[in-house]
Nanobody, 118 residues
Framework: VQLVESGGDLVQAGRSLSLSCVASGSIFCLNAMGWFRQAPGKQRELVAAVTSGDSTSVKDSVKGRFTVSRDNAKNTMYLQMNSLKPEDTAVYYC?????????????WGQGTQVTVSS
């Protein structure tokens, strides 16, 4: 499975962006997919995740602003980001197929840059 993110851009604070993560193969069998971000000088952090059963979770700092979803028919995961803040600036990565036994994700995208200006 290869993952390709898109939708990153330079936007002003308060605006919205929608990120997409398209998988080369079927995501139907993948147990979970997630969005991570990494800001300069900071560790990569999990922002949002969605399971194969469409259960979702988001990081507290983006709760109420970000929404994660997946469309198995389109092999795509989305991240809708509203009311963006400068602190949301980061490279956003999608990941798929979480393995609890190793606490790791099997597949990663190359990332898409999101820059929020004040």
């Amino acid at each position: 499975v290869q993952l390709v993110e898109s939708g990153g851009d330079l936007v002003q604070a308060g605006r919205s962006l929608s990120l997409s993560c398209v998988a080369s193969g079927s995501i139907f069998c993948l147990n979970a997919m997630g969005w991570f971000r990494q800001a300069p000088g900071k560790q990569r952090e999990l922002v949002a995740a969605v399971t194969s059963g469409d259960s979702t979770s988001v990081k507290d700092s983006v709760k109420g602003r970000f929404t994660v979803s997946r469309d198995n028919a389109k092999n795509t995961m989305y991240l809708q980001m509203n009311s963006l803040k400068p602190e949301d600036t980061a490279v956003y990565y999608c990941a798929a197929d979480f393995r609890a036994e190793t606490a790791s994700w099997n597949y990663w995208g190359q990332g898409t840059q999101v820059t929020v200006s004040s």
